[in-house]
Every structure is written in structure tokens, then in C-alpha cells.
């Protein structure tokens, strides 16, 4: 059984709050399908234990989490064939655009057509820098 962080004042990534979603594991990190996908496959890279961003996760975590992150890759390229790119992104803080306060790493399929234009990517975070 997998041994996740006690729940933190209702986390929706610690305890039993999150035991039912997981699709991949790996040493100190989980990975889950988003619950709000961006597109198809959409999947989220967490540590076990609760920690508030990828800034406060141990050189483990971080180096654990590469491991689901390629092999869901690949498994996302062999499951479908309109995939032909990624984005991996990571939200640190508010103003970042982090709502959930537990460390976690976007896993997102890209496929053509899925945006008018898609040059600048993460850079679009902030309007009017996507294009440069």
C-alpha cells in the first residue's frame, strides 16, 4: 500500500484523499491524473509527503519525479498518436498560479491544432509576453 503524508487541513494530494487516483508511483513521488485536464492525459507528479512547491521538495523528490514523468511520456505517445508534444510545468506560490498548496509537477500532452498558436508557450502565463 502506499504510504502518502497525513491529510494537511484537507489537501486534496495527502492521505485517502488522493490513494484512489493514483496511476503511477515511484520511490518518494506519485502520479495522478488531473481532476481539471488542460487536454487528454493531463497528469500530476506529486511527493508523498506534503510539501507547499517544488522549491520545498528534497533533492529525492526532485530527482524521483523525473522517473513517472518519462515513462508517462512515453506510455502517453504510445496510447495516442496525435500527441506531439509536452509542457511540464510547475506552479510556485499565488501569484504564480498555484491553488493547491502541496508540490506538484504538470505533465501535458500537446497536440496540433490544440491552440491558435502556441509559440511562446509557458511564456503566455503573462499576456502580452507569449509572443517575442
Given amino acids: 500500500m502506499t504510504h502518502l503524508g497525513t491529510n494537511q487541513r484537507g489537501c486534496p494530494f495527502c ?22 485536464p488542460v487536454t487528454q ?6 511527493p508523498r509527503r506534503h510539501t507547499p512547491d517544488f522549491f520545498t521538495m528534497t533533492v529525492q523528490e526532485r530527482n524521483d519525479a523525473e522517473t513517472p514523468i518519462l515513462r508517462l ?7 495516442d498518436d496525435s500527441v506531439i508534444g509536452f ?14 498548496m502541496h508540490a506538484h509537477l504538470h505533465l501535458i500532452p500537446r497536440r496540433q491544432g490544440d491552440t491558435p498558436n502556441p509559440r511562446g508557450g509557458v511564456r503566455s502565463v503573462i499576456p502580452g509576453k507569449m509572443f517575442y
Fill in 41 to 46: 492525459y493531463h497528469t500530476l507528479v506529486l
Fill in 73 to 79: 511520456k512515453q506510455e502517453i505517445l504510445e496510447r
Fill in 15 to 36: 492521505g485517502d484523499n488522493v490513494e484512489n487516483r493514483i496511476i503511477r508511483e515511484y520511490e518518494t513521488v506519485i502520479a495522478v491524473r488531473d481532476k481539471y
Fill in 87 to 100: 509542457n511540464i510545468g510547475v506552479n510556485c506560490g499565488e501569484a504564480a498560479g498555484q491553488t493547491i
